[in-house]
């Protein structure tokens, strides 16, 4: 028997987006990116701004990327960097996070108190998260299986390169992106060119669950000579996918952001071996991208759709879309 969702209303819910960024995003890992060569990486827990850095003695340390006077965000782009400036009011702020100098400052009292927040962060190879918690479950528990069942399909996190980031928009609430990424179900009639190249039919698309994270398995077609025959789809509670089409060997990882509740910022960073055929990226890429654009039509539907508030929710077919089912459970957990 089909299951009920969770009421289409949430998709349009100012008051309900608040809930969601106190009792989900500031008490989650929150994906933010890679460092490599750059030892200054900001990013977004929810709608909260943090950054990442790496000081001289590779020490790394994240922080609340708001500035102590008037709340500016003080960096706004990846680079390499000694200090970090406000660009507002020329505050600079150490590595370390602690006040260095501020024009005028000796009107203030107590400078030695205004120093960046600091926050947890958590590496898995090359990546970085953050969370605004100190009481959240460690990264580890949160990765669960995930990092084995990358090894074992073939991907060494540690050994791919970062290519590039892609930074986009959608016009529908964060929850209905989540979910549109959750299942496989629309893929013969939504992915002509995915489900032309890789296995979408019951049973052969598999479907798993675990406490911190959801994950999709679907096999090539034509898996002769290639050296990732099965591509692996997960999503960490709450909001970061990662992605492996199978092939050769690619990962792209990032966060579902909500912005407003019918607007979703999507980030996205690419990996691929250090030797890859950069004709084959390219191709690669291409297909991704119209991947994604098929999915951006999907979801803005959606939100005109369920967003409107002319039916009250909908149902969910239980097999085909338990991901879906265990996703909102797992919201109405967090909400309650």
């Not at 949160?142 to 980031?165: C, K, N, T, Y």
């Not at 986009?168 to 629309?186: D, G, P, Q, R, S």
């Not at 654009?293 to 085909?320: N, Y």
């Amino acid at each position: 028997m089909a299951e009920t969702t969770t009421p289409w209303a949430w998709y349009r819910d100012p008051a309900l987006l608040e809930r969601e960024e106190q009792a989900i995003f500031r008490r989650s890992w929150q994906y933010v990116g890679v460092l490599g060569e750059r030892n200054v990486v900001p990013g977004w827990a929810g709608r909260a701004p943090v950054v990442v850095v790496r000081d001289d003695e590779r020490a790394e340390r994240a922080f609340v990327n708001v500035c102590r006077h008037r709340g500016s965000v003080v960096v706004e782009e990846a680079g390499n960097r000694k200090t970090l400036q406000c660009a507002y009011h020329a505050w600079t702020y150490g590595l370390d996070g602690s006040l260095r100098s501020a024009p005028r400052s000796e009107e203030l009292s107590g400078a030695g108190d205004l120093g960046l927040v600091e926050i947890r962060l958590g590496a898995w190879g090359p990546f970085r998260f953050v969370n605004l918690d100190g009481e959240a479950p460690p990264l580890e528990d949160v990765l669960g299986e995930v990092p084995a069942m990358l090894a074992e399909g073939g991907i060494d996190v540690d050994r791919l390169v970062f290519h590039h980031r892609v930074d986009w928009e959608v016009a529908a609430n964060w929850k209905i992106a989540t979910e549109n990424f959750l299942e496989c179900y629309h893929c013969a009639v939504a992915h002509p060119g995915f489900s032309a190249m890789v296995e979408t039919s019951p049973g052969e698309y598999r479907l798993e669950r675990r406490p911190w994270h959801l994950s999709q398995f679907g096999r090539l077609k034509d898996p002769s000579g290639a050296p990732l025959p099965e591509g692996q789809f997960h999503l960490l509670w709450p909001n970061t996918g990662i992605n492996v089409f199978p092939g050769r060997p690619n990962l792209s990882i990032g966060p579902i952001l909500p912005i407003a509740p019918d607007r979703t910022r999507r980030i996205l960073d690419y990996f691929f071996a250090p030797d890859e055929d950069g004709a084959w990226i390219t191709e690669f890429l291409e297909f991704d991208d119209q991947v994604g654009r098929e999915d951006a039509r999907l979801v803005e539907s959606v939100q005109r759709g369920a967003g409107s508030g002319a039916i009250p929710d909908g149902r969910l077919l239980p097999e085909s879309e338990q991901l879906v089912a265990a996703f909102q459970a797992k919201l109405l957990q967090a909400l309650d």
